[in-house]
């Protein structure tokens, strides 16, 4: 099989994954018993009878020929559109870009979820990317010297990192690093006290190290580190920068001990391969045998975790976001999960398994590319 | 003129091996224990935690979380006696009958660590129980069965694979409301599908080995090969994910309880613990310090385990 | 082919003085070279012949200074080109296998490298030591030129053969390096005439191909070629043979026994199976439990057996030409190295064992020229 059949397979299979994650976030948002909950977000209590039992109409919940809103309430006979065809009525505007309105207060009610969502995804983006950034700058390096050094300082020493890393709860290490970096290394300039980093927001401009009056940068991408770079605006990008250094640090920390914990084992198991010691005999050197020789084929598994950490990271910054107060998708969830915006959540579900989806596939496409002895 | 000289195969594990072999096996398991450090520390961490948290009744009096205790003398910023004051200060560590401090109503943090971990190490046990029995029965079943049944255990588990971490979780609380059920309910639907996966890839790979061709082979039943045979091989890492994923669970759970998914205000719960101490932060900080640091321990307990387990276990390193 | 091959006579190529070697395992200290002598000569065949688990392999590895970190070499001496390769630095010793000692393995699958080229795996021996091989490339490049312009008639290419010639000399004469991309390009045409030389079809499309395109033989050879393209002083071949079918084994032994005339390596051949020896080898050394029992020529040998194990490994190989009922095998099994059997370790299993083979240990004398035994029987 050539690698685009099987790519065009795994896009077929991608299709009916989805279409079951929809399935299952329909029934579970939509499909409770008493239509109250799936009609919350819409009927505003001020709305007449008949006008609510319009709006229920018009969201294909209720049928057309039900006579009072009382009935529909008490889920009279022949009243409540079936479950399935609600389902394919909801299917059709979603894919015709349909979203629904939001009904977050904090973030704007009225608004649409689709634009909500838009907007606020550049910043979630930013944040995932730089953590998985970091993650791998450290743990391939911590990785490969715990393997090379086994039982060893350094082995240990990474090892406990790792260990660490993955006991630690997120949002503890957010406020241990708040209270470091925020409270008690702090700055005087000019007679007022700073903390060393900003604690919040995309731009801090409350830190020491923060430049006050960074200016504007126009709207590219609605990443503030990409747009201040396409605004060349240095003062605005060393912002952006400082602002991401926290939380960024702190979500690429909870998934650092699991790569380097693969990168570890892999290696250790590819160093303990019997083409080493082939390679050691020609004479080569030690850089080279374990560089070329062992890091190569240790690599696959590495770059597995290295994907599902990047789908993971873009759809689970809730904490993150939450703790620094980070404009992004995930503090926009669990604010619709507060004030039950079921339409923000079920684009937010779907987005995240689509991503997740995507980055397993291209995760297996990598593969080929890295590992001759695959094809597919 | 090519024949060799005969060579005896070496087979670590016979076909034939006998109880005392087994049992012998596992002397020789918790003798690498004792001599391993990790698990050394992770089990005094893992099993000191359980103790505390079954014994948390009986150690500290359970009303001291919802009730304030009557103020103590010793602790000269606590509310009760400075209530006067402009600035009032929680009782910081290191004072009598508050090692760790008190909060701003003048509860004894020690205390409100020890009521706070039951719940989450209750928790915890349930869901991974429940994942792992799951995620055998049916990674068993799909491994062996194989065909159709396979397949569709496998695209099931590609499903749940789709929702990361918590994102299923917000749904169903969004709808369901906040109880305990629920929240367990929500854990344990995104941790289920890795145990079939991994369960699956382990019989797979103990299927093909020679003994249990030889056992099919002497007349015996699939399912009792299966069981008896191929099951008792093949669990180990699975138990070793377990021990790893009680540390895993409890994270998300107090993340769960910390992003405000708690029941009640009055759950006593460490991740609730510490989302109540945030807004002393700047003021208080042991109120964030200690109940994260309890996780972290009581975390860490579990994963070094784990990792221990993990160490002894593997074949190329037994010997 | 070598610029100046000191042809005397006997000239010894490596020299292994009472190697002992023991493995720190949990259940216990395994000794499992318990002084070994050896002696090889250039363009000689050595075949070291043993059961396994009698340390064959493990002396080779010692030779090359590649054992495990749970082996230590207790005392002994590997002599090559008059230096003790045991006292040497870790870089000396890597220096020594990437000009000297060359290692070809038993299972060419899994010594290959899965996810780099044969011919990445070939060249990267002198893309990574540019220094080292700068004049050996250039001088072997200049050979093909020669060999190729003998046969050449079109005067194209023959003028353009000539060009690279003169540039080749130029930089011959030059003291500095060459360039990384002129070293890979002579590497290239190295590795190819190579595996030419070993017999590979189409070298130039096996310099592309992974070691799982290929055919186990052809795994093989690509690794002997590997092993041959340094030029090496002493070959160390384990169990080469020993993954292959029958017919591959033939042509993978044809191919050595051819070699050993081309390139002035001495070659030791690590094998159980006494046919291969019989069929290619100058010299046998037989080993048991990290001894050598006895050494000496191979017709000499398979004609006029002396120790008891020697004896008990013939009985052991069914020969059409002598009728027997039934195999003799050698009784008992390989002892436990981690508390072997005291003076001579084949004693427990010996059918002429007598009170004085478990008291000490007997040395290897020279019973008759070229024949050496270890064992009471012939003084000592």
């Not at chain 1, 599902?308 to 992004?328: C, K, M, Q, R, Y």
């Not at chain 2, 299966?226 to 993340?255: E, K």
């Not at chain 3, 070809?104 to 996810?115: A, E, G, K, R």
Request: glycine share 6%.
């Amino acid at each position: 099989m050539k690698l685009y059949e099987y790519v065009i397979r795994r896009l077929v299979l991608m299709v009916f994954v989805l279409l079951a994650v929809s399935v299952i976030v329909f029934v579970i948002t939509r499909g409770v018993p008493s239509p109250t909950y799936a009609l919350a977000p819409y009927i505003t209590p001020r709305m007449t009878d008949p006008q609510k039992l319009q709006t229920a109409v018009g969201l294909g919940i209720a049928e057309p020929s039900c006579p009072s809103w009382v009935d529909f309430t008490q889920s009279a006979p022949g009243c409540i559109t079936p479950l399935y065809v609600q389902y394919f009525s909801w299917l059709k505007q979603v894919l015709s870009g349909n979203w629904g309105n939001s009904v977050i207060p904090s973030i704007g009610v009225g608004q649409s979820t689709w634009g909500l969502f838009v907007a606020r995804f550049p910043y979630t983006a930013e944040l995932a990317v730089a953590a998985a950034l970091i993650t791998v700058l450290f743990a391939l390096p911590m990785g490969i010297v715990s393997a090379t050094h086994n039982n060893k300082v350094p082995d240990h020493f990474s090892r406990i990192v790792a260990l660490v890393g993955y006991s630690m709860p997120v949002f503890w290490l957010a406020f241990i690093l708040q209270i470091i970096f925020v409270i008690y290394l702090t700055l005087t300039i000019h007679g007022n006290t700073f903390g060393l980093l900003p604690s919040s927001q995309t731009v801090g401009t409350d830190c020491a190290l923060c430049i006050p009056n960074p200016g504007n940068i126009n709207t590219y991408t609605g990443a503030p580190i990409l747009d201040a770079i396409l605004s060349l605006n240095p003062a605005y990008f060393w912002d952006a920068l400082l602002a991401l250094i926290l939380p960024a640090i702190t979500l690429a920390f909870s998934t650092l001990g699991a790569l380097t914990r693969i990168v570890r084992s892999s290696m250790m198991e590819a160093l303990r391969q019997d083409y080493i010691l082939l390679a050691r005999s020609k004479g080569l050197r030690e850089r080279t045998v374990i560089y070329r020789h062992a890091l190569k084929n240790a690599l696959l598994p590495a770059i597995t975790i290295t994907g599902l950490i990047l789908a993971t990271l873009l759809g689970g910054a809730v904490v993150v976001e939450e703790v620094f107060s980070w404009p992004g998708v995930g503090q926009a969830a669990l604010d619709a999960s507060l004030f039950l915006d079921i339409n923000f959540l079920e684009l937010y579900t779907l987005v995240t398994a689509l991503i997740i989806v995507v980055a397993n596939l291209g995760v297996d496409v990598l593969y080929a590319f890295i590992d001759p002895r695959i094809r597919y | 003129m090519t024949q060799r000289v005969e060579e005896v195969p070496f087979e670590p594990r016979s076909v034939y091996r006998r109880r005392s072999g087994r049992i012998s096996e596992i002397k020789y398991s918790l003798y690498l224990a004792r001599k391993n450090p990790l698990v050394l520390s992770g089990s005094v961490l893992a099993i000191g935690s359980i103790l505390i948290a079954a014994l948390s009744g009986i150690i500290v009096d359970p009303r001291s979380w919802a009730f304030q205790y009557p103020p103590r003398y010793y602790c000269w910023n606590n509310p009760w006696i400075n209530w006067h004051l402009q600035n009032i200060k929680p009782c910081p560590p290191g004072t009598p009958f508050y090692p760790l401090g008190a909060d701003a109503f003048g509860r004894n943090l020690l205390n409100m660590i020890i009521l706070g971990l039951p719940i989450d190490l209750q928790i915890s046990f349930s869901i991974v129980i429940s994942a792992f029995a799951i995620g055998v029965a049916l990674g068993a079943v799909a491994a062996y069965a194989g065909g159709l049944i396979d397949e569709a255990v496998l695209r099931i588990t590609d499903v749940f694979f789709a929702f990361p971490g918590l994102v299923l979780a917000l749904v169903l609380v969004a709808v369901f409301g906040r109880n305990l059920t629920i929240l367990t309910l929500a854990v344990l639907v995104v941790w289920w599908p890795l145990y079939v996966r991994l369960t699956r890839s382990q019989i797979l790979a103990e299927k093909e080995k020679p003994y249990a061709e030889a056992l099919k082979a002497m007349g015996a039943g699939r399912l009792r090969i299966l069981f008896l045979h191929i099951i008792p091989n093949s669990i180990y890492p699975v138990i070793v994910q377990a021990t790893l994923d009680i540390g895993g669970v409890i994270l998300t759970f107090s993340s769960l309880m910390f992003l405000g998914f708690a029941p009640s205000p009055l759950t006593p719960e460490l991740g609730k613990l510490v989302s109540d101490g945030i807004s002393f932060v700047s003021q208080a900080p042991w109120l964030v310090i200690f109940p994260g640091l309890a996780i972290v321990l009581v975390a860490l307990g579990f994963n070094l385990l784990g990792d221990g387990i993990r160490d002894i276990l593997d074949p190329r390193l037994r010997r | 082919m070598n610029s100046t091959p000191q042809l005397t006579k006997k000239n010894v190529a490596l020299e292994v003085r009472n190697l002992r070697v023991v493995f720190h395992t949990y259940a216990g200290v395994v000794k499992a070279i318990d002084g070994v002598n050896l002696t090889v000569h250039s363009k000689e065949l050595l075949g070291l012949v043993g059961e396994s688990g009698s340390g064959k392999s493990v002396t080779a590895l010692a030779i090359a200074g590649l054992l495990p970190e749970n082996a230590e070499v207790l005392e002994g001496e590997v002599l090559l080109r008059g230096k003790d390769l045991l006292k040497q630095s870790k870089k000396e010793l890597r220096m020594a296998r990437l000009t000297d000692i060359a290692l070809v393995f038993q299972d060419p699958m899994t010594y290959l490298n899965p996810v780099m080229t044969i011919g990445t795996q070939i060249t990267e021996i002198f893309t990574g030591n540019l220094k080292i091989y700068k004049d050996e490339l250039i001088q072997s490049r200049l050979d093909q030129i020669e060999n190729e312009l003998r046969q050449e008639t079109d005067p194209k290419k023959i003028s353009k053969l000539n060009e690279e010639k003169t540039k080749l000399e130029i930089k011959k004469q030059n003291s500095s390096g060459i360039s990384k991309k002129e070293g890979k390009r002579l590497a290239k045409l190295l590795a190819i005439e190579y595996l030419k030389l070993v017999k590979l079809p189409e070298p130039e499309r096996v310099f592309k191909m992974y070691p799982f395109e290929l055919s186990g033989g052809m795994r093989q050879r690509a690794m002997i070629a590997m092993a041959l393209v340094r030029r090496p002083a002493v070959l160390l071949a384990d169990e080469i043979t020993t993954a292959l079918d029958v017919t591959v084994q033939a042509q993978i032994l044809k191919l050595i026994k051819e070699l050993r005339d081309k390139v002035d390596a001495a070659i030791i051949l690590i094998t159980h199976d006494l046919g291969i020896v019989a069929e290619t080898c100058d010299r046998v050394a037989v080993m048991y439990a990290g001894n050598i029992v006895e050494e000496g020529d191979v017709i000499e040998i398979f004609k006029n057996p002396l120790h008891p194990y020697t004896v008990g490994l013939f009985g052991a190989v069914p020969r059409p030409d002598i009728e027997k009922e039934n195999l003799e095998p050698v009784p008992g099994s390989v002892p436990d190295l981690i508390n072997p059997p005291s003076g001579c370790r084949f004693h427990p299993r010996c059918p002429k064992a007598f009170e004085r083979c478990p008291k000490s240990k007997p040395p290897l004398i020279e019973y008759k020229p070229g024949h050496k035994v270890a064992c009471f029987l012939y003084g000592g």
